[in-house]
């Protein structure tokens, strides 16, 4: 895959600094980059490396563009303009329209005939997949589960029955969607399973990474908003709703019935406790654990700090006085003020 | 799927208000569900909902039938007895018993001849799949394992030779049984593996979410109880035994050689670490680390609280110097009862 | 799969103690190993044990093995030497070389006649399969992806395109290498997606659990090291380096562009954030959220300790006025100084 500086300044509607016939077939960093990678400066503390750049051409603002050696695109923000060129030089094989003949397709499924359905593949009664869509290898669909057009399901993906994804949601390899919601009522025997008739309904453009659970609903649909990015192992369990363009990063858990805003970030390995609200625009760091409600915008955390143990050690275990040293430094007072007020 | 109020009655043993040839053929909640579809009232707080219902019929108790203006099924526990009545109107397929062409079965495994074996299952050799077994595509039973009758096995799900099943144990997606335990002996030359020779056995009636991991023994084996429900992406290291009808919440793990009681219940996210003792009746709220054995039944917790980050950063640096802090005010008393003893 | 001690001892070097023609065809504990059984005493606690034991043999230190009533291989790490022997008895199943008819090959990869190639495996163009390695079934290997001499990889690994694995890699079931890192560009529109044009090398001799994640790079590779240990459900970001024999226990996650050293120990759901540098030869205790880099080697720590309930409640609540407190007890000592210089 090779184009043009040309083709991409007008693909950006940028303004071209240098020669337009220069050929970029890749990617690099500004450090890194060789003759014909296209780079970008997007972060100021690194425009040193911009004067030793070998790269083919540097995405990056006009005024850094005039000090570029190279050819260079001027834009307004280089890394979106790196991200949306980007695809051109993905090294994703592209898979081929057809269904491959190892595939199981139910005789009622439906498959546009754009679609590509690889090897293994279990299509089941039912099912509907869409133009453009990319089932790989030992993928499952279950029975009247929707593949919108343009979605892209990477290997040994699980979508259980009735799960609806919108147009070009990606989803990496060994994730499952449709697993039954975590739902079993007590009784003097043990746990009894409540069957989980809801299902699972997912925007369009959404992202969701590797060996992910969406869990389907007990008895309404566990639904993700459109462009949501979901990143690998994050568990979402049954009746989660999540607003349009929030991104969950690496391992989020968040559990049952909870309602995350629109354009949320959760660090990595958050943890949302079941039946709350999250509001818009609510950002949550590392690691923090999230057990009520969030009314409004914010930054928000409670992750711990690391220390070196023996340190650690003495400091942690005094958690467990905390209570008692405020009701001892609450005595200091009262002795303090009665002691002025005898003076 | 269409059964009448008169047949659910009779199932549960529940007296029945209002006309028993109503036909009930899904499932709703309070809020949302119309005609042919049964709900339940087990919370008091959503009484008001009762009045206004169009369902078809409602589970509740006797005092609450009498209010009810569309048919009701007056019980004891509604929320139990929908969770019994659920399984008629689950809309997972029913799987035909029989073993699909693409199957690959070693001829020295033993295959019900009413159990379903999807395609694209791979069993190795010396396996056993029991009666009414469900055994979906893509799942691999490695040599010697034995599924126990009326197991579900979903889409994806890899067990390891040896791995045993008992009866009417059901497991998600893509989880993984029997995998090695992370044993390793330190040398001078790097890491050299233990290989796991132990096996996993796990107790009827268990239920196993999606993507879930539990490694096989060292030596001995993994062991999990009777009646135990685990939600996704638990990971359950070699040598842990854990108790009947004991509950693991999403994303739980358990280090090696770790014993849980029965009838736990840990929240999302708890961290266990390896060789404790957990008694019987133990509940821990989500996101706790377990460090120590836990003798005594009762609800422990370690978690921490979240706020918004600015004020989380200032009270959180102090937790470095909470020790200190103790010392200090050690001092402010020693100075106090000094001075007091001078007076 | 029986050796005799004169055998076994000849492979470690080890003194013999007892008759050499003693058959060994399993491995067990000190307390349960039954004759043909071998064992190994390496803590001194459990040395009551081996007055007891009915071991075939036992592996201990040469002091040791004069007291040990069956016959016993004295070597100076007994635990290590039991690590080495245990290959033997592994009871999993030897793969036979040779492609399994219903693997689909492409044309243009290059398998090993010595490989072994499972069931319903897919591998793409251009992919490479060394000597000896063993491909179980319905593992995905992508386009131009190495498998190197005797690598393993179980059932359901997923490989995506360009991934290079080193000799002897072991990966355990459902595990997904090289799935795109989360890289997304803010717009007025959403996120907008950055291709992953990176891929993932690892080195030689790495053990990777069940269902873990390793992305791709974004630009240049993510880089695993040689004899890397790597527990199930760990999830390695884009970008990350981890330098050789460090070990990551279960659930790990790194964010992306961190660098690991040589030699780690990261406990169980340790998180690590973005863009850090963690030192050769740390180690970090389970559930710590290390947020900065780690320049000393050393132990380190930020988990928190379980309490009761009520008391954990009681001191919780504290924390979120710990700054207020270190402000009180400066008030108090100020007063406390104040009154002595007035005396």
Redesign the interface.
Known sequence: MALTLAQLAAELDARLFGDGDTRIS????LK?AGPGELTFLANPRYRAYLEQTRAGAVLCTPDQAANCPVPALAVD?P??A???L????????VAPPGIHP?A?IASSAQIDASASI???V?I??GARVGAGAVV???V?V??RAVVGDGVRL???V?L???VRLGERV?V???T?IG??G??????KE????????G?VSIGA?T?I?????I?RGA??DTRIG??V?I???V?I?HNVVIG??T?L???V?I?GSTRIGSRCLLG??V?V?GHLEIADDVQ?????????S?KKP????????????T?????????????E??R??RD??K??DA?RDTK
Chains 1, 2, 3 share one sequence.
């Open positions: 890749g990617l690099g960093s890194s923000d890394y979106l790196f991200a949306r980007s695809r051109h030089f993905d090294p994703a094989p190892t199981l690889a090897a293994h279990v089941e009664d790989m290898a030992n499952f279950g029975a990477w290997p040994g699980v259980y029955h009735d990606n990496h390899a060994n499952v697993s039954d975590f739902g079993f009522a007590p009784s043990g746990w009894v399973k409540i069957a989980q008739v299902s453009d992202e990474g590797a060996c992910c659970t869990d008895i309404e459109k462009g990015i990143d690998n192992q568990h369990a349009d363009h991104a990063a690496g391992k858990g559990a990595g390995a943890g406790a949550v760091l590392g690691m923090s654990l999230v057990s009520g969030i914010g930054t928000y955390a409670s992750g711990t700090l690391l220390d070196e143990q340190r650690w050690r003495k400091n942690t275990v005094r958690t467990r006085q905390l209570d040293l405020f001892r430094v200091l007072e002795d303090r002691d």
